[in-house]
């Protein structure tokens, strides 16, 4: 995504798909977030090496289960949207630029 009008809009062609069918259940946010950084470096070379963070579709960071404070587990995540793992969709952005609003990938 980038900024456009103050809103962060999605980066077309930025995407890196994370089969998330494959991850463990119990797989937490971070281990999400290095899983799906190092598919993108491993994919484009263009992506910058610094740290990342991991967003939810309202640009929320990935800790707690929306609306609570449970710890984010892929398995509760995915009981909580009920949807399948291969319809869940989680965004990385480099930690400096969602500080300033700027840019998002897709996960």
Not at 17 to 25: C, D, F
Request: hydrophobic share 40%; aromatic share 10%; charged share 20%.
């Amino acid at each position: 995504m980038h900024e456009v009008g103050g809103k962060l809009c999605k980066v077309r062609g930025a995407a890196a798909t994370i089969m998330l069918s494959g991850i463990q259940p119990t797989a937490t946010a971070p281990e999400i977030l290095q899983l799906a950084v190092d598919k993108h470096y491993a994919s484009d070379t263009r992506l910058r090496r610094t740290d990342y963070v991991l967003l939810y579709h309202d640009q929320q960071p990935v800790i707690h289960i929306p609306g609570g404070q449970e710890q984010f587990t892929l398995e509760r995540y995915q009981k909580f949207v009920g949807k399948s793992f291969s319809k869940l969709i989680l965004y990385i952005c480099p930690v400096d630029e969602y500080d300033a609003g700027i840019l998002v990938f897709f996960v």
